[in-house]
């Protein structure tokens, strides 16, 4: 689902209709984290290659440290 920010300007009361939707969702804990699998920066080919197979769930991270 998204939300188009061009109705913040167009339409703000529906807007903080949505807003306030997604509050009590995040409040009542409906929201999970999202999954992740980390690589190095040295592993970019490797997370590109993950990528495009487009068997991942969730993100993809790139450390950098």
């Given at each position: 689902?998204?939300?188009?920010?061009?109705?913040?300007?167009?339409?703000?009361?529906?807007?903080k209709?949505?807003?306030?939707?997604?509050?009590?969702?995040?409040?009542?804990g409906?929201?999970?984290?999202?999954?992740?699998?980390?690589?190095?920066?040295?592993?970019?080919?490797?997370?590109?290659?993950?990528?495009?197979?487009?068997?991942?769930?969730?993100k993809?991270?790139?450390?950098?440290?």
């Open positions: 689902s998204s939300i188009d920010l061009g109705l913040f300007y167009l339409h703000p009361e529906l807007m209709k949505q807003l306030d939707e997604i509050s009590q969702h995040y409040e009542n409906n929201f999970k984290p999202l999954e992740y699998v980390k690589y190095s920066i040295d592993d970019v080919g490797k997370a590109l290659s993950h990528l495009s197979r487009a068997q991942h769930i969730g993809i991270v790139l450390k950098y440290y």
